[in-house]
């Protein structure tokens, strides 16, 4: 098997309120690999966000470390950390965070842009993508004029713009039908399959789950032997 691009190594996190400690991971070791659709699944309050932040550098773990292509989370700078979560990773989150004064495009375009790509290109990548994800013609809508689906796929768009090497979605169809979730999930799983993304998404929709490469279980602050 090739190198694993993305994994955890003996990574702890434990929240501390007032005086009362709570130990949420308590030693998950798990590696990805490129062009993989992992899954991970488990009881409320198990830790899956929680694992899913540390991963993609949005938050430290208390002990343990990630490592990307080689190099360790613990060892990069703040600016390297923040350089590596614009480029190299996309986020899909269960409620948008869509820029409520910006169209879908521009929404869609802003990450691109904040990478430093030329205006030019940066609006036919999102008008590519837009157009794959079926949104063509709502590109100058702003959030509130979309619905809940389609701002999830303008959401999906913006998480894809910079190419990442990694997606990270935490129940991207948390909030929506059955059937607009699943319109959702499988234009992620086309999208993931045709780029090779180290694809890992958090649900509670054990369908979709069933569709991914792997499913990942997480119990009692760990994963489940596979
Ligand atoms: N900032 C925080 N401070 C204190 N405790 C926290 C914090 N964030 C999460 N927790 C606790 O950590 C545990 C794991 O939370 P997490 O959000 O990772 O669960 P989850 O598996 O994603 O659950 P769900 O399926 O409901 O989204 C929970 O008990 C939660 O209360
Ligand atoms: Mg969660």
């Known amino acids: 098997m090739s190198e694993p691009i993305l ?8 929240y501390h309120i007032d005086s009362t400690e709570i130990k949420v991971l308590k030693g998950v070791d798990i ?20 694992l899913l932040n540390i991963l993609g550098a949005l938050d430290y773990p208390t002990s343990g470390d990630v490592i990307f292509k080689g190099r360790r989370y613990s060892v ?15 986020f899909v989150f269960q ?46 809508h702003k959030p509130s004029e979309l619905s809940g689906g389609e701002q999830q796929r303008v959401a999906v768009a913006r998480a ?15 909030n929506l039908d ?5 319109q959702l999930s499988d234009m992620l799983w086309r999208l993931a399959r045709e780029k090779g993304y180290c694809f890992i998404i958090v649900t509670h929709n054990l369908e979709l789950a069933g569709h ?9 602050g760990r994963i489940e032997p596979e």
Do not use: C, W, Y
Request: glycine share 8%; net charge negative.
């Open 212 to 220: 991914a490469d792997r499913i990942v279980r997480m119990r009692d």
């Open 31 to 50: 590696e990805f690999h490129s062009g993989e659709i992992t899954a991970i699944i488990g009881p409320s309050g198990v830790g899956k966000s929680t």
């Open 7 to 14: 994994k955890s190594e003996a990574v702890i996190k434990n």
């Open 160 to 174: 894809l713009i910079n190419e990442p090497n990694i997606v990270l979605a935490d129940e991207p169809s948390g």
């Open 76 to 90: 990069m700078s703040e600016k390297e950390l923040s350089t590596f979560r614009s480029r190299s990773v996309g």
């Open 178 to 182: 059955q059937d607009t979730g699943r």
């Open 95 to 140: 409620f948008h965070h869509l820029l409520g004064e910006f169209t879908a495009l521009e929404n869609v375009m802003m990450p691109a842009l904040i990478a430093g790509e030329n205006r030019q290109k940066a609006v036919s990548k999102a008008e590519e993508l837009l157009d794959k994800l079926g949104l063509t013609v709502r590109i100058q």
